[in-house]
């Protein structure tokens, strides 16, 4: 089985910054993409940011610029650094990834972390 536990979320004021974690455990033989999603109150899901293993990312149009995604292979991690942070970034944010065993290829998610962005 595999988990994703996520940190670094929380409460922080307009034009702040909050920087997310998400770690990967488990029986991993490889991971492929990796990204972060948000739902927002009364919203569906949404794709913030997502990267490769080779390192190419892609961002949601209400975030680039301000946000940048990264990972460390060799700790199964990825990260959200999110800067200049507005009050409708406001969501639970959750980590999401692709990762293959020997046996079978998944889409994993974490559990999600708060992020509250104050005026």
């Known amino acids: 089985q595999v988990q994703l536990v996520e940190s670094g979320g929380g409460l922080v004021q307009a034009g702040g910054s909050v920087r997310l974690s998400c770690a990967a455990s488990?029986?991993?033989?490889?991971?492929?993409?990796m990204g972060w999603y948000r739902r927002a109150p009364g919203k569906q899901r949404e794709l913030v940011a997502s990267?490769?293993?080779?390192?190419?990312?892609k961002f949601a149009d209400s975030v680039k610029g301000r946000f940048t995604i990264s990972r460390d292979n060799a700790k199964n991690t990825v990260y959200l650094q999110m800067n200049s942070l507005k009050p409708e970034d406001t969501a639970v944010y959750y980590c999401?990834?692709?990762?293959?065993?020997?046996?079978?290829?998944?889409?994993?998610w974490g559990q999600g972390t708060q992020v509250t962005v104050s005026s």
């Open positions: 990267i490769t293993s080779g390192g190419s990312t």
């Open positions: 488990g029986n991993i033989f490889r991971i492929n993409a």
């Open positions: 999401n990834a692709v990762v293959a065993t020997m046996s079978w290829t998944n889409n994993y």
